[in-house]
């Protein structure tokens, strides 16, 4: 959540002689100062604050995880962000992530809405539907940052490893999950250390690299230096992300 948008989330929630110009204003196109664009110019993007270079978006993305981390992450009354956000999207980062539970990216880097793009899937492995939907981010939306999220003690890549040591074929779909996951698994199996932690890591760092060589639009937007894909891990117990290398 940007320091932009806080006035606009504090509002006091009754009506007033203040709150009623402001609402007239907005048919002129701006609300608030410019700090959310109203739906009356549907060329203005309606969260202007949103509006980064792929440096300054991760920079922004890591000290909303370390308000999270410190439990000062800021809260707001988000009715009227939510209604200026009916007329589109411009989301500063996208993020792959694991389905499990315990994560949450909108809590974990303190944004507000619209501020994050999120596909998940179980072991945050970039499938074809979700590097379409990174290509919608970044082509459509023009969203300047993707990170690829993997988390300690993942369950998926768990089974994966247990799956492929064992030669044993898990029920219903979930084969395809060991499928994607196995790259990594295999890459990461000579490596010292603890097997699971290596592999998740491996998996990070494998799909941070498809999403870059996705040709042709993430590649092209890397190479314009319109896009940065980072790759990250986050703690179950501190709620810390740590980038990768």
Not at 25 to 45: E, F, Q, V
Not at 114 to 121: A, I, N, P, S, T
Not at 152 to 171: K, N, Q, V, W
């Amino acid at each position: 959540m940007c320091e932009d948008c806080l006035p606009f989330l504090r509002r006091p929630t009754a009506p007033s002689r203040r709150s009623l110009m402001l609402f007239a204003a907005s048919a002129a196109g701006i609300l608030l100062g410019g700090k959310i664009a109203s739906a009356a110019d549907p060329t203005a993007p309606p969260k202007p604050c949103n509006l980064l270079s792929p440096k300054a978006a991760l920079k922004r993305l890591m000290e909303g995880n370390t308000r999270y981390v410190r439990g000062v992450a800021r809260g707001g009354d988000f009715r009227h962000e939510r209604k200026a956000l009916v007329g589109g999207q411009n989301p500063y980062a996208a993020v792959l992530t694991c389905a499990d539970s315990r994560i949450v990216p909108e809590y974990v880097f303190n944004s507000g809405l619209g501020d994050l793009f999120v596909c998940r899937v179980a072991g945050n492995c970039a499938n074809d539907e979700t590097i379409a939907s990174m290509e919608y981010a970044v082509h459509v939306l023009k969203t300047p940052l993707i990170l690829v999220l993997g988390h300690d003690r993942c369950g998926a890549i768990g089974a994966a490893i247990e799956s492929l040591e064992d030669d044993t074929i898990l029920p219903g779909h979930i084969p395809s999950l060991v499928a994607a996951l196995a790259p990594a698994v295999k890459a990461s199996s000579q490596e010292s250390g603890d097997a699971l932690a290596n592999a998740i890591r491996q998996n990070v760092a494998e799909n941070v690299y498809k999403l870059m060589s996705a040709a042709p639009l993430l590649k092209m937007a890397i190479e314009q230096n319109r896009l940065k894909v980072v790759g990250g891990l986050y703690r179950l117990e501190t709620g810390r992300v740590d980038l990768l290398s």
